[in-house]
């Protein structure tokens, strides 16, 4: 059965690839494209570039004053035609995934000056700081990748002003404090928080997302995992591992009818496993492990259990192997 962190990696490798394809307004054809002076867009990057003290891979390398923007490389810049500005030529994508640029003032400030940015990817970089506060002026972002940084604070608000984002990925940074009930409510198809330091209860309108990807696992959360998290109908794979959820899992999942993994590890979680759950038959990977259930499965989880779709392992469930020591759940139950 998959891991926690094996189905970490491999959500985050479908999703997290440079794309400039269907779900992006542009066209990637820069063929006879009208001719539009991209100075402001080279004055951001230069001084972007100018903060960069190292840069392992000399990915920046060919980013001078002396070549035109979308000459500086396909690996790291993307120019495409603008449909809504006459076709004009416009700087539609950044990828520095995987640079490890770092700088003592590296930050984030210059993206609001890269108005036609389509996506911005830029994982495993030390970035600090956070989201500019408004990213509305970038009116066709759909994609922003700033995992695995040295980002911190409370949630970026400017996140939020990006309406037309269908990917976010903030994961592995510094970020703390709880999350807005709105993030909840924009059109994402990805929502990547894990391995983060937020805390607090989870808004009660999770279930109102339209992701396919949910991730909030390794985070400080606390309280129930709300019951609308049933209700999320577009929900394909939710990692919520390793924070401090307590009571029951929701008991109603009319929901979501393609959801192929769910993830609750190494919670505070009690009380049963919901058979409405264990009826969706889409499931793939259940893993409740490290939590302090106490009821016996009924008949659907039993057969999730035997066909090693669901995994019990760590908890108090009577009559099953690998589960917590008999004074450990003696306690559970006492109380």
């Given at each position: 059965?998959?891991?926690?962190?094996?189905?970490?990696?491999?959500?985050?490798?479908?999703?997290?690839?440079?794309?400039?394809?269907?779900?992006?307004?542009?066209?990637?054809?820069?063929?006879?494209?009208?001719?539009?002076?991209?100075?402001?867009?080279?004055?951001?990057?230069?001084?972007?570039?100018?903060?960069?003290?190292?840069?392992?891979?000399?990915?920046?390398?060919?980013?001078?004053?002396?070549?035109?923007?979308?000459?500086?490389?396909?690996?790291?810049?993307?120019?495409?035609?603008?449909?809504?500005?006459?076709?004009?030529?416009?700087?539609?994508?950044?990828?520095?995934?995987?640079?490890?640029?770092?700088?003592?003032?590296?930050?984030?400030?210059?993206?609001?000056?890269?108005?036609?940015?389509?996506?911005?990817?830029?994982?495993?970089?030390?970035?600090?700081?956070?989201?500019?506060?408004?990213?509305?002026?970038?009116?066709?972002?759909?994609?922003?990748?700033?995992?695995?940084?040295?980002?911190?604070?409370?949630?970026?608000?400017?996140?939020?002003?990006?309406?037309?984002?269908?990917?976010?990925?903030?994961?592995?940074n510094n970020f703390e404090g709880p999350i807005p009930a709105e993030v909840f409510n924009m059109d994402l198809d990805?929502?990547?928080?894990?391995?983060?330091?937020?805390?607090?209860?989870?808004?009660?309108?999770?279930?109102?997302?339209?992701?396919?990807?949910?991730?909030?696992?390794?985070?400080?959360?606390?309280?129930?995992?709300?019951?609308?998290?049933?209700?999320?109908?577009?929900?394909?794979?939710?990692?919520?591992?390793?924070?401090?959820?307590?009571?029951?899992?929701p008991e109603v999942w009319t929901g979501p009818q393609n959801l192929t993994v769910l993830d609750v590890t190494g919670?505070?979680?009690?009380?049963?496993?919901?058979?409405?759950?264990?009826?969706?038959?889409?499931?793939?990977?259940?893993?409740?492990?490290?939590?302090?259930?106490?009821?016996?499965?009924?008949?659907?989880?039993?057969?999730?259990?035997?066909?090693?779709?669901?995994?019990?392992?760590?908890?108090?469930?009577?009559?099953?192997?690998?589960?917590?020591?008999?004074?450990?759940?003696?306690?559970?139950?006492?109380?």
């Amino acid at each position: 059965m998959p891991s926690f962190l094996t189905t970490s990696l491999i959500v985050a490798a479908a999703v997290s690839q440079p794309v400039l394809g269907s779900r992006s307004p542009f066209s990637s054809n820069s063929n006879d494209l009208a001719a539009r002076d991209l100075v402001s867009e080279a004055k951001a990057l230069l001084a972007l570039k100018s903060k960069v003290t190292q840069d392992p891979y000399g990915v920046l390398s060919s980013w001078n004053v002396s070549n035109d923007v979308c000459t500086w490389g396909e690996d790291t810049i993307s120019c495409a035609a603008n449909p809504f500005d006459g076709g004009k030529l416009a700087l539609a994508g950044i990828n520095l995934n995987q640079a490890e640029l770092d700088g003592d003032d590296l930050n984030l400030d210059f993206l609001t000056e890269l108005t036609d940015l389509t996506f911005f990817h830029a994982n495993s970089n030390n970035f600090k700081g956070t989201l500019p506060s408004d990213l509305s002026g970038i009116s066709y972002l759909y994609e922003l990748d700033v995992s695995n940084n040295q980002l911190s604070g409370p949630f970026p608000e400017g996140a939020l002003t990006a309406v037309n984002l269908t990917m976010l990925d903030l994961r592995f940074n510094n970020f703390e404090g709880p999350i807005p009930a709105e993030v909840f409510n924009m059109d994402l198809d990805v929502l990547f928080l894990n391995d983060n330091q937020f805390s607090g209860e989870v808004p009660s309108n999770i279930g109102d997302t339209p992701a396919l990807y949910l991730t909030l696992a390794n985070n400080g959360f606390t309280g129930s995992i709300p019951a609308s998290l049933g209700e999320a109908a577009n929900l394909e794979e939710a990692l919520l591992g390793g924070n401090q959820f307590n009571g029951f899992l929701p008991e109603v999942w009319t929901g979501p009818q393609n959801l192929t993994v769910l993830d609750v590890t190494g919670n505070q979680l009690i009380g049963g496993i919901p058979e409405a759950l264990c009826e969706l038959t889409t499931l793939e990977v259940l893993n409740v492990t490290g939590n302090y259930f106490t009821q016996p499965l009924g008949t659907a989880c039993a057969k999730l259990e035997e066909a090693g779709v669901l995994d019990v392992a760590d908890n108090c469930i009577p009559g099953l192997e690998n589960q917590k020591s008999t004074e450990v759940c003696a306690l559970i139950v006492s109380h």
